[in-house]
């Protein structure tokens, strides 16, 4: 074969030539540039690249899709786009008398990054159309592909006709039709037009897709990238569904199109049966908002908009929410017996530089329980509570900065309660932390510090019963209860009131070495500093655990210690065992102020391995141990040279001398009933095992040191296969008088999902309150999911606050979604409370 190249001359000169030769020019190959309007582009013009997703057929098109693969060809050369167009072909003929150019045979056309491949190809200069026949293929340079019987347009793009149309794109969309219409140079009409974002079946072609849309006409306005259908009906597996006159969608290459969302209907029973009709309005490229009103059978209108903007260095946005209640007897008794009710949230995040970022979440309700009744933020998705129970939404401003051994973060904070005790709930003024890790060796070792801020101030005290009868008789619950009532061994303070304001700093030095024996010592030094002013109100009861009224302290807290490990390696054919004896000495004087002074951040304390050779185990600033101590402890490692690991560590704690800080009883008892209130301390022990990847076991204990009772029991174990994958974890802990927990406690909590098949999942969860003998709470869902379609359904059991006065109640939810890629999702659910 041979490439002819025509000097860029015109057909007229090309036909002088021709003539003076007195023949009629036929070439095998040929390479033509000619001074008109590039031909490949008249056919670019019908369908512009990126302007609709499309796919699929043959001149049945509008009974739905099939699959016809044509046969390879090969590829049309890439050359660079240097305004030539590029024509291979079996045969190119030049009728001069007719002005007419014909490619025969295999034909493949390039052009500015797209080929057009048919078994025949007409230009006639007179009319200016391109004429194009039998097994149409069209590739653009964004990888679409049309395919066509017979293409017929104009050379200025504006108007033409394409048979039995079938176009797949790059993001494997697929459209069909009988014949489309291209008019005005915009407006693009496909006659008995299909519609699908689905492959087509591997096994069988021809079988419909999951789903289509089909229309007697579609429209497609390429200046509004809008796809209008008319006639339409939306079928699954080529079963009819739905059917409507009309609707329009932004064509499939739109990112954000002003419009109607899909609806979403919802059931409560508050408001009754509701539906959201979201509008979205793209304002500009870098902010938007949408209107989504939720019209209710019970309450009338409940408005809710939303703006969002992202700048240069961030974003934020803002939501807010309003209804006038028709109903208010539905909320009879509660908060929400009220009129008028809504709320607004905001949030956002914005970079100062690589390591700097500042940000905002504010929330402003008419009532705590609005959120709860609409089922509006964190309570619009019923998973969010499952496991833990929203309490308090969080309104706050923050700085943070990460450096490669450094970190910076203030905040102030503002919890707005759900439960209705907002007076009980404490504002933080800030909060601050900063760390820092010097990256030079400071005598041979490593030296870093830490610093703590904490301001907050709160209305009202917040007592906890801890026996039978305080419970019982809510003394320490009622605001009218007797002071006397309000006393150590019947309630814990959880928080007191008044302001309360501390500053910790703290730093640290340690050096490893390692002798001649391989034994590793590594001593420390520590100080730890904190000031303190509390300014706590005059209220019933609190006299009894801390004194009212002004008082500031000082207290230092300076730490030496040495912590020795001794490692034997021990190596077989199939893995090596580590065992590590390790003991820690920690000399320092007895906590001052010990259980005198408010503690708010240091009330939880979980006695295990995971903190047997802490230096201090408590979990907060407002607590610091004190008196000599010694933790010892064994640790084996093994690992498999088949891969796997099992990893075990058993130790104990020793009170050495002086005060033991958990022996102290303290506002909160923190301490008491944690097996380290004694001079010996519970065993503390744990195994981790991970055979591969797909098991992975843990159990952690604590036992008495002197009956070996378990005192607290955790067993967890995890699998992960191809088709399902489980986790289970089992609870038994002893009762905790002190703290509250009259009874021993024992659960069972475990989740689930199996893929029953190639797309169908269906998952669960559960917690089983041993001691009770009662599922108390479960969640189980199935769900669909391909490349093209979305179906998914759950029933979800949680607790939320009914009123002020009542502890939490179980409720049910459920949640419905369904989405159509590139064309539609939406989801509904609803549900109650008060089930028992």
Known sequence: MALVAVPQKGFAAARRDAAARGDRLRASVALVSVAVRPVLALVLGLFVAGTIDLATTTPAAAQGFTYNPQPPRPAPPR???????????????YDYNNSRVSAVGNVQMYYNGTSVEADKVIYDQKTKRLHAEGNIRMTDAEGKITYANAMDLSDDYRDGFVDSLRVDTADATRMAATRSDRSGGNYTVFENGVYTACAPCKDDPKKPPLWQVKGARIIHDQKEKMLYFETAQLEFFGVPMAYLPYFSTPDPTVKRKTGFLMPSPSESSVYGYGVEVPFYWAIAPDYDATFSPRITSRQGVLLQGEFRQRLENGSYQVRAYGIDQLDRGAFTGQVGDRDLRGGIDTKGQFALNDKWVWGWEGVLLSDYMFMSDYRLAQYRDPFSSFLNLPTEAVSQLYLTGVGNRSFFDVRTIYYLSFSGNQQTVPVIHPVMDYSNVINSPILGGEFSYKTNFTSLTREQAVFDPITTLANTNSLCLTASADPMARIPTQCLLRGVPGTY???SGEAQWRRSFTDSAGEIWTPFAIVRADAIDSEITNQPGVNNFLPSGSTQALRVMPTVGLEYRYPFINVQPWGSTTIEPIAQV????????AGKLPNEDAQSLVFDTSNLFSVDKFSGYDRVEGGGRANVGVQATTQFDRGGAVKVLFGQSYQLFGLNSFAVQ?????????????????????????????????????????TLNVQRFEAEARA??????????????????DLGYLTRREGILGSGSVKVANNWVVTGAARWDLAANKINQYVVGAGYVDDCFVLAANYVTSYSYATVTTPPVLGHAYMLQIGLRTLANTSGGGGGAGIQ
């Not at 660079?80 to 291979?88: H, K, P, S």
């Not at 920690?586 to 102020?593: A, D, G, M, S, V």
């Not at 909160?668 to 744990?686: E, F, I, M, W």
């Not at 992960?720 to 008088?737: E, I, K, L």
């Open 586 to 593: 920690i000399i320092r004087p007895n906590e001052t102020y």
């Open 666 to 706: 303290d506002m909160t008892n923190t301490g008491l009933d944690s097996g380290l209130q004694k001079p010996r301390s519970d065993y503390v022990a744990s195994v981790n095992y991970s055979p591969n990847r797909t098991y992975t076991f843990s159990v952690r204990s604590r036992m008495d040191e002197q």
């Open 501 to 503: 304001t501390r500053f």
């Open 79 to 93: 050359v660079a786009n240097d305004g030539q167009m590029l024509v291979q072909a079996v045969e190119v003929d």
């Open 720 to 737: 992960n296969f191809d088709r399902w994958s489980v986790s289970m974890t089992y609870g038994n802990y002893a009762a905790q008088p």
